[in-house]
C-alpha cells in the first residue's frame, strides 16, 4: 500500500487528486484511522492506462475489441467495449439503469472508465491469492483479469454479467446460484474459452486464501484453506462457537471443518439469494461525501441509513465485540457490508464472516510466549479499546454465554497439530479478552 503523497509522485498528480480519483474509483484504497493507503498494483493499471493512449482504432472497431452490456440479473445497465490484447475494459456508454448500477461508482449520473475496471478487477482473483499461478498456469491464462472475462463476471457473490451483444444467453439459464458449475458451453465461445474451469465461480472470488465452490444438493458452498499453519480454517469454526453464543442466526455466517484435496479448509453456505447482491462497505461509504470532521465510523453509518439500513449500529456492534474477543486483525472493509436486493433494492447488514485473521495466527511463536495479547485491528480504529468505545449498546450480550468459550475453543484449535504447541498462550491471551469483555457487558 502506498499513502497519498507516494501515489501523487508516481502518477505526477497533486495528493488532492489523488483523493479524487479514490473517490472517483479510479484508485483501490483503504482508509485506515482516517488515512488513506492506496493499493499499488491500481497505480501501476492508471498508469498504464495513461500511456497507452493514441494510435488505437476507434473504441469498439479494433480486431480485439469486444462490445458486452453489463447486466444486474435481468437488467441492463451500461454498454462496454473489452480489449481481449489489453485485457481491459476501454469504452464504457451511458447508464440505462442508475439504480441497478454498481454502488458507489456513479457519480454525477456516470461512471469513469478507470473506476469500473478497478471494481471489476476486485470481483476477480486477486494477486495476492496463496495458488494464483497454479490457477493460472491449469488455466492457460496469463493474468486473472482473463478468467474474469471468460467467466463473464458470473459470481456466487452479486448478479452482476456481462452479455456480448446480440448472443442468445439469459441469467436463468447461466447463472450460478440454480445453475451448475460444469455446463460451460453455455457460456462459452471462440473469444471467451473452451475448457470447464473458465465457468466456475472460483474464477471470481476475491481474498488471499485458495478458494473453492462446489455444489451440495441446492446449496452453494464455499470451501476455504489457511496460511498460517493452517490455522485460518480452525479460527472459523471456533468464531462460529462464538457467533452461536452472542448472536442470532441470521446475524452471521456458520462454518464448518472440510477437506479438500487432503487439506482441512472450512465450509459455508452462500449467504446469499438468487435475488441477492453482496456490496463490501468500501463501496456503500462510496455514496456520499464524508462530512467535516466526521469519523470513517460516522460516515459509514451516515452512508447506510442513506440505503434504508438503520439498524446498521446494532450490527456493527456485535461485529466489533465478536471481533475483539478473537482478536480479528483483519477486519477490512471488503469483508463487512450489506445485502441489497437486485429486485426491489432493498438493503440489510450482511451476516459476520470472515473471522479467520484472528487467535493470534498471525504472531510467531517468541512474541506469542510473552503473553501480550494485545493486537492491531479494523476498521474503525487500529486499537481495539478506542474502536470498542463506538459500541454504546451492550444490552444484547449475556455476559454467561462467554462461560466456557476458552475451553470450546481450544478443543477445535486442538484438531490442528501444528497449532498444538501453541494453545498453552493463546489460552492465556483469549482468556484475557474474554474476561475482559464479560467486565463490560457487566457493567453495561
Avoid at 501515489?7 to 474509483?25: F, P
Avoid at 498456469?137 to 457473490?157: C, F, I, M, Q, T
Avoid at 445453475?179 to 465461445?189: K, Y
Avoid at 452512508?303 to 456492534?317: K, M, P, R, T
Amino acid at each position: 500500500m502506498l499513502t497519498t503523497s507516494e501515489a501523487a509522485k508516481r502518477l505526477g498528480v497533486s495528493q488532492r487528486r489523488v483523493v479524487g480519483l479514490i473517490h472517483e474509483g479510479a484508485l483501490d484504497a483503504e482508509k485506515r484511522s482516517g488515512v488513506w493507503f492506496v493499493d499499488e498494483k491500481s497505480v501501476q493499471t492508471r498508469l498504464r492506462t495513461a500511456n497507452s493512449k493514441g494510435g488505437r482504432p476507434p473504441v469498439g472497431r479494433g480486431r480485439h475489441d469486444v462490445t458486452f452490456t453489463l447486466m444486474n440479473r435481468t437488467h441492463e445497465v451500461v454498454q462496454l467495449v473489452y480489449n481481449r490484447a489489453r485485457k481491459e475494459f476501454v469504452s464504457i456508454g451511458e447508464i440505462s439503469d442508475h439504480k441497478r448500477a454498481p454502488l458507489g461508482l456513479v457519480h454525477n449520473g456516470s461512471m469513469s472508465l478507470a473506476g469500473f475496471n478497478s471494481w471489476w478487477r476486485g470481483r476477480g482473483i486477486p494477486q495476492t491469492r496463496d495458488n494464483l499461478s497454479t490457477v493460472l498456469e491449469l488455466a492457460h491464462a496469463e493474468v486473472p483479469e482473463e478468467l474474469l472475462y471468460r467467466n463473464l463476471g458470473l459470481s456466487l457473490s452479486d448478479q452482476y454479467w456481462i452479455c456480448p451483444v446480440d448472443a442468445p444467453l439469459r441469467w436463468e439459464d447461466i447463472n450460478f446460484f440454480t445453475n451448475g458449475f460444469e455446463t460451460s458451453s453455455r457460456l462459452t465461445a471462440p473469444q471467451f474459452g473452451d475448457s470447464a474451469q473458465d465457468a466456475h465461480p472460483d474464477n471470481t472470488s476475491d481474498g488471499n486464501l485458495a478458494k473453492h465452490w462446489i455444489v451440495h444438493g441446492k446449496k452453494r458452498i464455499l470451501q476455504k484453506g489457511g496460511q498460517h499453519n493452517s490455522q485460518e480454517p480452525y479460527n472459523e469454526v471456533v468464531a462460529t462457537s462464538l457467533h452461536k453464543r452472542l448472536l442470532k442466526r441470521r446475524q452471521y455466517v456458520p462454518y464448518s471443518l472440510g477437506s479438500l484435496n487432503g487439506e482441512v479448509v472450512c465450509e459455508c453456505a452462500d449467504f446469499l439469494s438468487d435475488e441477492e447482491e453482496y456490496i463490501p462497505a468500501h463501496y456503500v461509504q462510496r455514496i456520499k461525501s464524508a462530512e467535516p470532521s466526521q469519523s470513517d465510523y460516522a460516515h459509514y453509518v451516515a452512508c447506510c441509513e442513506e440505503l434504508g439500513v438503520y439498524d446498521i449500529e446494532h450490527a456493527l456492534a456485535c461485529m466489533m465485540v465478536c471481533d475483539d474477543v478473537i482478536a480479528n486483525h483483519d477486519r477490512h472493509w471488503r469483508n463487512f457490508g450489506i445485502v441489497r436486493n437486485v429486485e426491489t433494492l432493498e438493503c440489510r447488514p450482511a451476516p459476520l464472516f470472515d473471522s479467520g485473521s484472528s487467535l493470534w495466527c498471525n504472531v510467531d511463536m517468541k512474541t506469542l510466549k510473552t503473553g501480550d495479547a494485545a493486537f492491531r485491528c479494523k476498521p474503525f480504529d487500529d486499537r481495539p479499546s478506542r474502536q470498542l468505545m463506538l459500541v454504546h449498546d451492550f444490552s444484547w450480550a449475556n455476559e454467561k454465554a462467554l462461560d466456557g468459550f476458552v475451553d470450546e475453543a481450544l478443543e477445535i484449535l486442538g484438531q490442528n497439530e501444528w497449532i498444538t504447541p501453541r494453545l498453552p498462550y493463546v489460552k492465556k491471551n483469549l482468556e484475557h479478552r474474554v474476561h475482559r469483555m464479560q467486565h463490560i457487558f457487566e457493567w453495561e
